[in-house]
């Protein structure tokens, strides 16, 4: 079965770091993506992990490990627009290349 | 550069009414197309997907059908809407490559009542 898991919120202060786990387990695996959601918007992509290691954006990275099924999107310096939903996303071997979305972690960052 | 429309905003319809969303896509060729339904607080789950004209893969049995009649409109519709047909409609596109992420259109909020 496919199923992807990522916890439901998190809250972090302004200027801080915060990492945000994922770990997926599906039939087959042709990438990882992170995407940004904030509230009534439509997702915007992050990131892409194909292989193992830590991808590296700005003041964000994400991490993947796919023997352990697990990654993670590391925020740095956190800011208030920061605030938003977090999507970890596998992408099937299959033809069409169609994205397994997890629910998302709602990430609230405090002054 | 590429740009994807998606229409209308927001609908509110009745129970037993038909549904059309259209999605169009500028400045690809041949892209792969999707739609996805986001229930209140909850993930995206994928409704259909088409990877040219014509082909359409459906992933969960429904009332609702997909239909796309040229390379970059893809249209989702159904003929009789219900309740738990309401939700969060996002139209996405992406390249023919493993690594190539998803543009998502703004979306349809659908009120079915």
């Known amino acids: 079965g496919q199923n992807i898991d990522q916890p439901t919120e998190m809250t972090a202060t302004e200027g801080a770091i915060v990492q945000i786990n994922c770990t997926y387990q599906?039939?087959?695996?042709?990438?990882l993506f992170w995407y940004q959601q904030h509230a009534g918007e439509a997702p915007t992509f992050l990131s892409y992990n194909v292989l193992d290691g830590l991808e590296e954006k700005g003041r964000f990275s994400s991490f993947l490990s796919r023997s352990k099924g697990y990654s993670y999107l590391l925020l740095k310096e956190l800011q208030m627009k920061d605030s938003a939903s977090y999507l970890c996303?596998?992408?099937?071997?299959?033809?069409?290349?169609?994205?397994?979305f997890g629910a998302g972690t709602r990430l609230f960052v405090k002054a | 550069s590429q740009t994807i429309h998606q229409w209308p905003a927001t609908l509110v319809q009745p129970v037993g009414s038909p549904l059309s969303l259209e999605c169009t896509v500028e400045?690809?060729?041949?892209?792969?197309l999707y739609w996805y339904r986001q229930a209140a607080g909850r993930g995206l789950q994928l409704l259909f997907y088409s990877v040219g004209i014509g082909q359409i893969s459906s992933e969960v049995p429904q009332n609702l059908s997909a239909s796309r009649p040229q390379d970059r409109q893809f249209i989702l519709s159904s003929k009789k809407l219900l309740l738990s047909d309401s939700g969060f409609y996002l139209c996405?596109?992406?390249?023919?490559?493993?690594?190539?992420?998803?543009?998502f259109g703004s979306g349809t909020r659908l009120t079915v009542v």
């Open positions: 599906t039939s087959g695996f042709n990438g």
């Open positions: 996405a596109w992406s390249v023919q490559h493993p690594s190539g992420g998803y543009t």
């Open positions: 400045g690809t060729s041949n892209p792969n």
């Open positions: 996303a596998v992408r099937d071997r299959d033809g069409g290349f169609k994205t397994i």
